[in-house]
């Protein structure tokens, strides 16, 4: 299956999360001079326009990246994330937002390479189109899971792996946690990141139960859901698992995470930071 179109959703809260995150662990990343690898598995277009059909459909920016841009209030970790936002819009007016490769591609440096995977035929030419002039970036049309495995471990021995699918299929679920955890086997010390919706509670909770079943070790999980659980159709929630985080991560989720509440969410909504399997 190929229509899952990331346009509609860009800019949601749960690219707030996700991309805060990212932003947060690249940045992290640069503080040591020595170079890097960053693998994502399913990039999407790289940029999306606010303004085009896709976007302006769903609205689902303006209950995100739109009631917090400007605001003076956000606490200090969502400052890399905010600045990098403004960064790419020269007005006011929101216009544009990032995908993973926008969010990555204003952190990697020369001494840095990037890999990005994505199979949908008309995303694929958008992320070719906004890689171009981009130094050390590898672009392919195939599938992701596969790619990474592929490429690990890094010969810096350094890398960040976003592992962002879109669901489509239930099959997902399962095929990220086995995908890290044979990255692990080959790359134990790189930072791995894995996406999820929280539309089905028992999906996440088998994902929980692979990685406490397998070898992984320190495993932090993240969750923000604006609403209780549900067996209606829809996404409720969205959450990370992060494989050997930064180690101020957490400290910084737990800022993070009652603001993005407060801003977005409602008395219903609730967040955790968990650390699900010790280091």
Request: hydrophobic share 35%; glycine share 6%; aromatic share 12%.
């Amino acid at each position: 299956m190929l229509s899952y179109r990331h346009a509609f959703h860009a800019g949601n809260f749960a690219d707030v999360l996700k991309h805060s995150v990212l932003t947060l662990v690249l940045d992290y990343m640069t503080r040591k001079e020595k170079g890097f690898c960053y693998l994502d598995s399913h990039s999407g277009a790289g940029m999306y326009q606010l303004g085009d059909e896709y976007a302006q459909k769903t609205g689902e920016y303006k209950n995100g990246i739109e009631k917090i841009i400007q605001d003076k209030s956000a606490p200090e970790s969502l400052e890399p994330y905010l600045s990098l936002i403004n960064s790419l819009n020269l007005s006011d007016e929101l216009e544009v937002y990032p995908g993973s490769p926008g969010i990555a591609k204003a952190f990697m440096r020369r001494q840095d390479s990037t890999h990005l995977f994505e199979l949908h035929p008309t995303d694929i030419q958008h992320l070719e189109d906004f890689c171009q002039r981009w130094r050390k970036v590898f672009v392919k049309q195939s599938d992701g899971y596969q790619g990474v495995l592929g490429l690990l471990p890094p010969p810096s021995r350094r890398g960040v792996v976003l592992i962002d699918p879109p669901y489509e299929l239930k099959e997902d679920y399962q095929k990220a946690v086995k995908t890290i955890i044979k990255a692990y086997t080959k790359f134990a010390t790189g930072t791995y990141i894995i996406w999820y919706p929280v539309v089905k509670r028992h999906f996440i909770e088998q994902m929980e139960k692979d990685f406490t079943n397998s070898n992984v070790k320190n495993v932090l999980q993240v969750e923000f859901c604006l609403e209780a659980d549900s067996e209606e159709y829809g996404m409720t929630g969205t959450g990370l698992f992060i494989i050997n985080p930064p180690w101020h991560l957490a400290e910084q989720l737990k800022e993070i995470l009652p603001y993005l509440k407060t801003k977005l969410g409602s008395q219903q909504s609730t967040y955790q930071v968990t650390q699900l399997v010790a280091e």
